[in-house]
């Protein structure tokens, strides 16, 4: 199982580099995103961690491609308001390039045009999308199947429900605040870990 997590954009700079830095080990890739933060507080924020010693290949930036090159850390995230994966692809090869998709249809396209992976959901209820409905384990079996590239799922995945998300065929789960928002944040992470049997990248 392959364990992303995903920044909050709710804490300080401080609070992100001390909480990556505590769980950086237990977790496979660490997503930076940040919506309200400019680039040079992401570019601040990135290079202090990759100073403190987590691998650059772990980190990927949401959305901004350009802070991803500069820092040559080790992918992007994608959104559709974003760049096209093609896109990314030609003009950024070094780029691991991930996709966020909520269809069957969004995730064949992301394959097509040649994402490494997507993220899909939100699979469960979550305070972090509030007000719209939940995809549900079926839809998620279903693009499992089809796809050839990994889908990593997202939303609402606590320690409990990892195991039936993994059964769906899918190749890891993505958290945000079953970790950032834990007041045992390093609990937690190792409770998502201790579900994966496999080693950490
Ligand atoms: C950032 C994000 N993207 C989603 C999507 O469906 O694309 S769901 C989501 C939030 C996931 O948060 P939590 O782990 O707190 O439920």
């Not at 954009?9 to 890739?29: N, R, Y």
């Not at 040559?72 to 559709?80: D, E, I, K, R, S």
Request: a neutral charge; aromatic letters at 4%; hydrophobic letters at 40%.
């Amino acid at each position: 199982m392959q364990l992303h997590v995903i920044t909050d954009g709710k804490s300080t700079m401080e609070e992100l580099s001390k909480k990556i830095a505590d769980i950086h080990h237990q977790v496979d890739f660490i997503h930076i995103r940040e919506k309200q933060r400019t680039a040079t507080e992401i570019v601040g924020l990135v290079t202090g961690l990759i100073n403190n010693g987590i691998p650059p290949k772990k980190l990927i930036i949401n959305d901004r491609v350009d802070v991803a090159h500069v820092l040559n850390v080790g992918g992007v995230q994608l959104a559709y308001h974003s760049l096209e994966v093609s896109e990314v692809r030609r003009f950024f090869p070094e780029l691991k390039v991930g996709r966020s998709v909520h269809s069957l249809e969004e995730g064949l396209q992301a394959e097509r045009e040649g994402a490494d992976f997507v993220i899909y959901g939100h699979i469960y209820r979550t305070d972090s999308k509030p007000g719209i409905a939940p995809q549900g384990l079926q839809k998620l079996r279903e693009t499992t199947r089809v796809l050839d590239i990994p889908v990593i799922a997202i939303g609402g995945i606590i320690p409990e429900n990892v195991s039936e998300v993994l059964a769906t065929g899918a190749r890891g789960v993505a958290v945000m605040s079953g970790i950032f928002s834990s007041p045992d944040y390093k609990k937690a992470v190792i409770a998502y870990r201790s579900q994966a049997k496999e080693e950490v990248l």
